[in-house]
C-alpha cells in the first residue's frame, strides 16, 4: 500500500539522533503470531497506523522467544497453528511469572462455536477476534492495550524516579550527618587538646625540676648504694610522668619536633627487624614499598614511636597471631580530588600498617584517637598511643586514618609530607654525664625565667664543667652580652614573658657573631611558629642529653 509522503522532509533538530532513541524506547511492542506470512503482513498493515513497535512471530516457539528478550502491550495469536497451536503456546505464557498478565487476542477463523471460545478464554485470552478481520475493530481493541500498557510503564517509571529521589535524599542526609559528626569530632579533638597541652606544658617544667633534682641528688648520694637505688627509683616515677606528659604534648601537637628528611626504605626494614624480635613468632610481619618511594620530612624519632604504637596495637589485636604489613607509597593530593585525609594539595607519602586481628567496634572507631579511650584492661593500655600519633601527624603536616570493621582487621593509614632534600648524618648517641673534656674553657649563658628550672640547668651545667652565666630573662641576658662577657654558647628557653628565645638569639648574634645558641622547651608552638631551625633540647631532658647537646654544638 501507498502512503502519502509529506511535501517536505522536516530539518532534523540539533539533537535529532538522541530524541527519536528515546521516542523509539516508549514506543510499545505488539507481538503478531501466524505461521502464515501473508496473515502478519496483513496484521502488520493494518497496525501500522499506531506508530507502535510491530514485531513477528511464526511459531508458538518463535512467539516465545521474543517474549523472552523484551516485554510486549499485547499479543495477537493465531489459533490454528502447527506444532503448538494459540491454545498451547498462550498457556505457556501464562506459566511465565513475567508474562502472565499479559493481554492475548486469539485470532481465528474456524472456531466460532462456544466450547472452542471457551477454551480459548480458558488458555488466558482477553478477547477473541475473528477472521476475516474488521481493521477498524482491531485497531481499536489494540490501541486499548496499547494505551493500557503505556499508564502501567508510566507509573512504574515515575515510582522508580521517586524512588531514586528517595534514595538520593536519604544519601544526602547521611553524608550531611557525618560531616557533622566529623565536624563534632574535630571540636572536640581541638578542645581536649588545648585543655592537655596546657596541664602539659606546665608539669613539663616541674618535671625538669624534679628531674634535675633528683639526677644531681643521685650524684651526690653516690657512696650510698641504697640511697642511690631511691634516687633512682624516683627518677624513674619522674620519666614515666614525663614520658605521660609527652605523649600528651604529642596529642595537642605541641611536642617539640625535628623533622628532618627521613628515608623510609631503612626506617621500615629496620622496625620490622624490631619488630620481628619483639612480637614473638605467632606474627608475620611483612614490609611492601612501593618504587621510588620519596622521603618525608618528620622527626625520625617520633614516626618509629608511631610506628611501634601501632604494632603494639596490632599485637594486641591478634592474640593468636596473624599477620603484620607496613607498607609505604606515593601520594598526590589534587586541589579538589576525593582524598580521604584533610591535608593541603600537595605530594605526601602514605605509610599504612595493617593487621589481620580482630578489627574495631563503630563506636572504638569513632573515638580511637581520643585521648585516654581505651578499651584494654586497667593497667594495660593509657588510650594515649593513637591521640599521640594522631597529634604527631597532624602536627607534621599531615593526617591519619583508620579503616577498621570489627573481625575484618585494621588498617591505619598514615600521610606525611614528601621532601626533596638530602638526609642529614645521624646524630651521636647520648653518653653518660662527666665533665666534658675542654669544658672549663667554655662559657654557657644559661637564660630561664623559671627560677627552679633555672637553678637545675646551672647545676648541671656546673657539675658537667662549664662556666655559667645566668640570666632570669631576655633584657638581663642581653645586659650581660653587652658588657662584653665572653660567651660561647647561649643555653636559652625559647617562650619567656620578656621576649622570646628566638630574638634575644638573633640579637645575641649580632653583637657577638661566634656564639652558638641551644634553644630548651617544653613547648614547640613558638619554635615553629618563628619557622626556626638550630639546635633544641625538649623539655624535661636528662643531663645526659644536655651534655650530649653541648658536645655536638662546640663540635
Ligand atoms: N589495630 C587495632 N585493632 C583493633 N583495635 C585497635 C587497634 N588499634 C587500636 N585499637 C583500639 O583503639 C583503642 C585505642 O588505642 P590506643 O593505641 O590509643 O590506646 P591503647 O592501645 O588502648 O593504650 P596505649 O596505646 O596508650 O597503651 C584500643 O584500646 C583498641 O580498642
Ligand atoms: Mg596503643
Known amino acids: 500500500m501507498m502512503r502519502a509522503q509529506p511535501a517536505a522532509i522536516p530539518t532534523e533538530p540539533p539533537d535529532a539522533e538522541a530524541a527519536p532513541a528515546a521516542e523509539a524506547d516508549r514506543r510499545a511492542g505488539i507481538l503478531i503470531v501466524d505461521d502464515d506470512p501473508r496473515n502478519r503482513l496483513a496484521l502488520a498493515e493494518i497496525l501500522s497506523d499506531l506508530g507502535e513497535e510491530l514485531v513477528q512471530a511464526g511459531s508458538g516457539e518463535d ?5 523472552l528478550r523484551r516485554d510486549f502491550a499485547v499479543v495477537l495469536l493465531d489459533v490454528n497453528m502447527p506444532v503448538l497451536d494459540g491454545y498451547e503456546t498462550a498457556a505457556l505464557i501464562r506459566r511465565r511469572q513475567r508474562s502472565r498478565n499479559l493481554p492475548i487476542i486469539f485470532l481465528t477463523a474456524y472456531s466460532k462455536d462456544d466450547a472452542q471460545i471457551s477454551r480459548g478464554y480458558l488458555a488466558g485470552a482477553v478477547d477473541y477476534v475473528f477472521k476475516p478481520i474488521d481493521p477498524v475493530i482491531l485497531r481499536s481493541k489494540v490501541a486499548v492495550f496499547v494505551e493500557l500498557f503505556k499508564k502501567t510503564e508510566e507509573v512504574k517509571r515515575k515510582s522508580e524516579a521517586e524512588r531514586q529521589l528517595q534514595l538520593e535524599n ?78 600528651l604534648l604529642a596529642f595537642s601537637r605541641q611536642q617539640p619536633l625535628q623533622p628532618k628528611a627521613v628515608e623510609l626504605g631503612a626506617l621500615l626494614s629496620t622496625m620490622a627487624d624490631l619488630l620481628r624480635r619483639t612480637l614473638g613468632e605467632s606474627i608475620a610481619i611483612d614490609v611492601k614499598l612501593a618504587p621510588n618511594v620519596a622521603r618525608v620530612f618528620v622527626d625520625p624519632a617520633q614516626l618509629e614511636s608511631a610506628l611501634l604504637n601501632l604494632a603494639l596495637n596490632a599485637r594486641d589485636a591478634m592474640p593468636e597471631g ?12 589534587r586541589p579538589h580530588g576525593r582524598s580521604p585525609f584533610d591535608v593541603p594539595p600537595g605530594a605526601y607519602v602514605e605509610i599504612s600498617v595493617s593487621d589481620t586481628g580482630t578489627g574495631m567496634s563503630e563506636e572504638t572507631l569513632r573515638r580511637a584517637f581520643e585521648p585516654f579511650y581505651t578499651t584494654k584492661p586497667v593497667g594495660q593500655g593509657t588510650g594515649l ?33 614528601k621532601t626533596d632534600s638530602a ?25 630561664e625565667d623559671d627560677a627552679a628550672v633555672r637553678g637545675v640547668a646551672v647545676t648541671t651545667l656546673r657539675e658537667l664543667g662549664y662556666n655559667v652565666i645566668e640570666a632570669p630573662d631576655a633584657v638581663s641576658a642581653l645586659e650581660i652580652l653587652r658588657e662584653g662577657r665572653h660567651v660561647d654558647v647561649l643555653f636559652t628557653d625559647v617562650a619567656m614573658p620578656d621576649g622570646s628565645g628566638v630574638d634575644l638569639a638573633r640579637e645575641a648574634q649580632r653583637l657577638n657573631p661566634t656564639m652558638r645558641v641551644l634553644y630548651t622547651s617544653g613547648y614547640s608552638t613558638d619554635w615553629q611558629e618563628a619557622g626556626m631551625s638550630g639546635d633544641l633540647l625538649p623539655k624535661p631532658y636528662h643531663d645526659a642529653e644536655l651534655a650530649d647537646a653541648l658536645r655536638r654544638i662546640l663540635g
Open 63 to 67: 512467539a516465545l522467544r521474543q517474549l
Open 170 to 247: 536519604l544519601r544526602v542526609e547521611t553524608e550531611r550527618r557525618k560531616i557533622e559528626q566529623q565536624l563534632f569530632q574535630a571540636q572536640k579533638m581541638e578542645a581536649v587538646g588545648q585543655l592537655t597541652g596546657g596541664i602539659a606544658h606546665d608539669f613539663n617544667n616541674m618535671l625538669t625540676v624534679v628531674i634535675g633534682h633528683l639526677n644531681l641528688l643521685k650524684r651526690a648520694v653516690k657512696n650510698d648504694p641504697k640511697l642511690v637505688d631511691r634516687a633512682q627509683a624516683a627518677l624513674q616515677g619522674a620519666m614515666s610522668c614525663a614520658e605521660l606528659t609527652r605523649r
Open 322 to 333: 596473624g599477620r603484620l604489613r607496613l607498607m609505604a607509597e606515593n601520594r598526590i593530593v
Open 385 to 417: 598511643g593513637l591521640s599521640m600519633i594522631y597529634g604527631f601527624a597532624k602536627q607534621s603536616g599531615g593526617d591519619v586514618r583508620i579503616e577498621s570493621q570489627a573481625g575484618e582487621g585494621t588498617n591505619v593509614r598514615l600521610l606525611l609530607p
Open 423 to 447: 638526609i642529614e648524618a645521624p646524630a651521636l648517641p647520648a653518653e653518660a654525664p662527666s665533665p666534658q673534656p675542654g669544658a672549663a674553657e667554655r662559657v654557657i649563658l644559661a637564660v
